[in-house]
Structure formats: structure tokens, C-alpha cells
């Protein structure tokens, strides 16, 4: 249970980098999210914090100690994998009770622990079998047991859930954030699922081809996105580009929108589609744009309606189930409502080379 | 067509169909192996029983005299003796030399393929060419002496064919590939993440292999043990090649009583004794515990 600090940590694969000049510190008892696409490095990250690869360049600190150059073994840290790797010749108190065994601790210590610790996943009761004859949530209840029973400075979470049907996901997620915060180990988890990092974390580290993209909590993350990588990843994000006139978004279209914040600089905008209202007159508020639907998609919660404005810009707009208003498509013009604090400028390489 | 299929599927219990289609599929193999296998042995066995009388050769007779003169004869015991020490150092040396390099292969990424290659190559050489590659290597003249001397390790060649020391070079190099793929497709099965696991759990490398690795891939090294046994139990070519005159392994000696000297009742008696031999011993290492406490 302790603070990690990362200083640019870097691993090459011959001459191309995975990870590049990672910097990061993560606070004591903290759980940190690394969340980006498959090959973007996160997994790489974690597996040099974990001591199964070593870096090319850079430190690791846990504590004040630097585990840059120790091995795996010697690192107390905790790791839960993917696919569980439970060891299947040894039954579920034998897989709990390995890294103390390794540790020489005394036998009644071990069943203590080992009791303890599967009691807290409520495992207790199959201590007795095999890997085997689990299911894939209760053998993730056993690797996370295995994984916090030896007490570990720093615990990490390799896709924990992804091989988990939708409902096991939903209530290990749930447990995982109890067990972390009673326990107040220093947590990293990786995932490439958006709404399981923003549920989970405290801290995002949203990142792509090796590099951090943004770092903050998950609320900040997803309000105010620090380049368009960040707003498509996560959530709905619908773009426009264009360029600032008199603190006024105008779009490549023509169409002017009021916003709060604009870099002067900035070249593109991102409008969260839950953020956008539907409605059939022209009020006093701010963005009021008249529109007509293309399309709308039903998803249980809600529905999506594709929208095309008048100069040509589409937009997509998320109306959950509950609210007013539910307009369809093919009938006459419909006017937007966009407040102007949730047009959110953003800075972006990319953006700058589109038309 | 499709319905009368239906039909089928549905008087029939399940399971069936597919009982009667294996046991269609196994029926040519089974012909063929009784047939030309299982026959000729049992004749064999016949042959055993035999009575030989120079002159005459193969006499008729009910006799078990033969396997008296294997078992009394200090000469056949010294052959057996020293076929069971070879075929036990071989297969040890090969799993010893042979584990490491198929956890190597089993857990690397980009030279999988070469290296898997680089494995199986020497079998599409038989094993009488590979022995005479041994033979070119290993003589007074070869490839290892020359080196040696070159780089002053010996003053003088030194001998090393016709000794058990050939014998024991050229068998591991015969049994090495099967011992390694063996063990590697079981490895490949094992995954590297239970190894990371058990690290990170404060396993030490050598606790890591003893109590997650050895465990897990027993099966493999089993088999691996098995069939190296088996094949330098049986060899023939590499100790006659590499062994010389001088060193008597049970697959020569018993061709030998068969082919030059037309004594078929103490070949077969010979050949029985192996395959008896081979069969307990074999037996044996599967009852022995190698499995570690957790």
C-alpha cells in the first residue's frame, strides 16, 4: 500500500517503441485506470510494473523504493490476470495460500489468511475445489483472493472482467471497487472498456500508440477531452470542425454555435449527443437550431436520433427513454437545443488536418 | 434424403451414429495391425519355445530352454545390463538437455517457428546416416577432435568412437526432437500467465519450475520419458555404428542371432526379454510420484 511513481518509462521493441516516456504518479491507496485500444501500450505498462518485462529506459518507484531492476518475486506486487491463471493442479485454498507458502509463513497464519481472504469474495465455502470446477466469476474471485492475500504494496488488473458474461461484469466491477477501497491498496487496472474505466476509477490514463493522451478523473475525462482521440474513445462524441470568430464556433458549414470555452486557436469542437435537446420551437436558450431526423435507433434506455442541420453538419442526439418530447423521424423540422457550456473546444494535431 | 436422415437421428439414442461411424474408421488400422503386427509376433513367441540344433536350425519343441540361457548366461545379462543403463542415461540427459530448450520454445514469440524447424530437421535424416554423421564427427580426424586440438584443449585426438561415450552422443541426438516437441506442446498448453502468477507471487525462477512448471507438464515429460526409453531401449543402428564390435546393445545382439547365425528360437527369445523389459520398466516409471507438494 504505498505511492508509484513512474518516470519516463519507455520499452522498444528494436527500433519501434510500445511505450514511450510514460510519466506518472499515482497516489497512495488511489485506483488508477489505464484505458485505450488494443496495442496502445497499457498492457506493456502494467507488465513492466508487474516485473515481467524490464524497462528500456526509465524508473519505478514504489514507495521510495526503486523496483526498476527487481525481480518480479521480490517486487510485493499483486497481479490479477485475464484469463485467471489459477494453477489448476492446486485447489482453491492451495491457489490463495501459494504466495504465502512462498513467504514460509506458519501454517495456522496461512489458513487464517487464506480463510480471510476468501471469505471477502465469498469463496468460502469452495475452498476445497478445483480451478476446474468453477465458473469464470468465481475463479476471478479466487485469482483477486490469490492476488490480496499476500498483502501487496501495489495490486494490478490486467483486463480483469473481459472474459466475464455482461451481468458478472457489472457486480465483480462492484466488488473489485469495494474490496480496493477497504482494503486501500494502491490499484492500476487496464482496460479497453470505456464505461468500465469511468465507473471504476479514480484517475484515467486515457492512452494511444504508447503515449498518454490524458490524464484526469473520469468526470473531467469525459467533459472536457483533451484532444479528439480522448472525446471519440470515450463516449458518443459527435465532432465538428471549423474555426473561432468573435469567441463563436463557426463550422466548416457555415453554422455558428455560442461556447463557453474556446481555445482562440482551436479548430474543432465536441458535442456529447446526451448533452443535446430536441424540441419543436425556438426558446430563449442559447444554440437553438433548426434540424430535421434521418434516423433513429432504438436501445432499450433510450434512443439515438441521427439529425441533419441546415447547412449540411449531422449530429447525433441520445434522448433517453424517460424525457419529453419523443419526435420521429420523417415529420417536420425539429429545433436543437445546445447549451453553450457543453460545446467543448478542443485542441488536436489531427483535427488541424482535416478540411 | 434429408428426411430419411431425420428419421434416423431421431429413433436412434444419441451418441449411436457416431459410435458405429468410429468404429468403421478404426477397423483398417486394426486389420492392418493384426495382421502384419500382432500375428508375426505371436509366432514369434512360438519361436521362442523352439529348440535349435546346429545343422538343423529350427527344431520343433516345447521347451524353455532358451529363456534359461538368456537368464543364466553372464554374457546376454551384461547385453541387457548395458541396454537398460544406456537407454536410462540417454532418456535422462535428453530430458535434462531437453525440458529447458522446449520451455524456450514454448515461450518465445518471434522464433517460434525457426526454432521448432531447426528441431524436427534431423528426423527427415534416418538414424543409420545421422550415425554415420557422428561417425565423421567423432573420429580421430573429425570435426571435434580437430577443434579441440586447434584450440589446444587436447594434445591428442581423443577416442571417442566405438566408445558408450558415442553411443550416448549419437542416442540423444536421435531422441532430443521427440523429447522436445513432446514436451513443448504441453508447455504451450501450460501458458505463460500461471508462470507470471506464481512469480509475482514470490516464486523464485526454481520454485516457479518445481511448483507450477513440473507439475503442470508432468503428462508431457511422462510421454517424453516413455518414448525415449522405448526408442534406445530398441535402437540398433546408432550402438552399432557409433558402439563398434566391442559394445553389445540387445537390438544388435538379437538381429545378430537371427540374421548371421539363423538362430531364430534364442533371437526370438532375445526379442521377448526386450520387449518384457522395456514393458516393466516402462510400467514402472508411471507409478513413480513426482508430483511436488504445493
Redesign the interface.
Known amino acids: 500500500m504505498s505511492r508509484v511513481t513512474i518516470h519516463s518509462l519507455s520499452k522498444y521493441y528494436g527500433t519501434s517503441a510500445v511505450l514511450d516516456g510514460f510519466e506518472l504518479e499515482i497516489n497512495q491507496g488511489e485506483l488508477v485506470v489505464f484505458l485505450g485500444p488494443s496495442g496502445c501500450g497499457k498492457t506493456t505498462t502494467l507488465r513492466l510494473i508487474?516485473?515481467?518485462i524490464t524497462p528500456s529506459s526509465g524508473r519505478i518507484l514504489v514507495g521510495e523504493r526503486d523496483i526498476t531492476h527487481v525481480?518480479?518475486?521480490?517486487?510485493?506486487?499483486?497481479?490479477v490476470?485475464q484469463?485467471y491463471?489459477?494453477?489448476?493442479?492446486?485447489s482453491v485454498f492451495?491457489n490463495v495460500?501459494?504466495?504465502l507458502?512462498?513467504?514460509k509463513r506458519s501454517e495456522t497464519e496461512i489458513r487464517q489468511k487464506v480463510e480471510k481472504a476468501l471469505d471477502m469474495v465469498a469463496m468460502g465455502h469452495l475452498a476445497n475445489r478445483m480451478p476446474r470446477e468453477l465458473s469464470g466469476g468465481q475463479q476471478q474471485r479466487v485469482?483477486i483472493a490469490?492476488?490480496v492475500v499476500?498483502e501487496p504494496d501495489v495490486l494490478l488488473l490486467d483486463e480483469p472482467l473481459s472474459n466475464l458474461d455482461a451481468k458478472l461484469r457489472l457486480s465483480i466491477r462492484q466488488e473489485i471497487r469495494r474490496l480496493q477501497k477497504s482494503l486501500g491498496i494502491t490499484t492500476i487496472l487496464v482496460t479497453h472498456d470505456q464505461e468500465e474505466a469511468m465507473s471504476i476509477a479514480d484517475r484515467l490514463v486515457v492512452m494511444k500508440d504508447g503515449e498518454i493522451q490524458q490524464i484526469g478523473p473520469p468526470q473531467r475525462v469525459y467533459a472536457e477531452p483533451a484532444n479528439t482521440f480522448v472525446a471519440d474513445f470515450i463516449g458518443g462524441a459527435n465532432f465538428l470542425t471549423g474555426r473561432v470568430i468573435d469567441n463563436k464556433f463557426q463550422t466548416a458549414n457555415g453554422l455558428i454555435l455560442a461556447a463557453a470555452h474556446l481555445p482562440p486557436d482551436c479548430r474543432s469542437v465536441v458535442i456529447r449527443p446526451e448533452r443535446i435537446k430536441i424540441t419543436s420551437h425556438h426558446g430563449s436558450l442559447d444554440n437553438a437550431i433548426t434540424a430535421r431526423i434521418a434516423n433513429e435507433t432504438f436501445l432499450g434506455s433510450g434512443r439515438i436520433f441521427d439529425v441533419r442541420l441546415q447547412g449540411g453538419d449531422t449530429l447525433s442526439v441520445y434522448v433517453g427513454a424517460g424525457e419529453d418530447g419523443q419526435p420521429s423521424p420523417g415529420h417536420d423540422d425539429v429545433v436543437l437545443h445546445i447549451p453553450a457550456k457543453d460545446v467543448v473546444g478542443i485542441r488536436d494535431a489531427t483535427a488541424r488536418a482535416e478540411p | 434424403m434429408n428426411a430419411r436422415e431425420t428419421i434416423v437421428a431421431d429413433e436412434v439414442p444419441p451418441g449411436s451414429i457416431s459410435v458405429v461411424t468410429e468404429a468403421g474408421l478404426v477397423a483398417p488400422a486394426l486389420v492392418i495391425t493384426v495382421v502384419i503386427y500382432l500375428f508375426p509376433l505371436l509366432l514369434l513367441v512360438r519361436y521362442s519355445f523352439n529348440a535349435f540344433k546346429p545343422g538343423e536350425f529350427m527344431v520343433t519343441a516345447l521347451t524353455l530352454e532358451n529363456y534359461v540361457n538368456v537368464i543364466v548366461d553372464p554374457y546376454y545379462r551384461a547385453v541387457l545390463a548395458t541396454t537398460i543403463s544406456m537407454a536410462l542415461a540417454v532418456t535422462i540427459l535428453s530430458l535434462v538437455l531437453g525440458i529447458p530448450l522446449a520451455h524456450f520454445i514454448s515461450r518465445s514469440v518471434r522464433y517460434k517457428k525457426a526454432l521448432i524447424l531447426l528441431v524436427i530437421i534431423p528426423l527427415f535424416v534416418g538414424n543409420a546416416v545421422r550415425a554415420a554423421g557422428w561417425m565423421l564427427a567423432l573420429g580421430e580426424q573429425g570435426l571435434v577432435n580437430a577443434t579441440l586440438i586447434r584450440l589446444h584443449l587436447v594434445g591428442s585426438p581423443l577416442s571417442i568412437m566405438f566408445t558408450p561415450a558415442a553411443v550416448l552422443i549419437g542416442s540423444i541426438s536421435v531422441n532430443i526432437p521427440f523429447v522436445v516437441l513432446t514436451i513443448q506442446s504441453v508447455l504451450e498448453g501450460v501458458g505463460a500467465s500461471v508462470e507470471e502468477a506464481a512469480s509475482s507471487l514470490g516464486a523464485t525462477p526454481f520454485e516457479v519450475f518445481r511448483k507450477v512448471t513440473w507439475p503442470l507438464a508432468l503428462a508431457g515429460i511422462r510421454t517424453a520419458t516413455v518414448i525415449s526409453f522405448i526408442l534406445s531401449m530398441n535402437a540398433y543402428a546408432t550402438p552399432v555404428l557409433l558402439g563398434g564390435p566391442g559394445f553389445q546393445m540387445m537390438a544388435p545382439v538379437l538381429t545378430d542371432e537371427i540374421l548371421a547365425k539363423n538362430n531364430w528360437p534364442l533371437g526370438a527369445t532375445l526379442a521377448f526379454v526386450l520387449i518384457a523389459t522395456t514393458l516393466g520398466l516402462t510400467w514402472g516409471f508411471g507409478r513413480l510420484r513426482l508430483r511436488a507438494r504445493p
Open positions: 508487474a516485473g515481467f525481480p518480479a518475486y521480490d517486487r510485493n506486487i499483486g497481479v490476470f484469463n491463471a489459477l494453477f489448476p493442479h492446486l492451495e495460500a501459494f504466495g507458502r512462498r513467504r485469482a490469490r492476488a499476500i
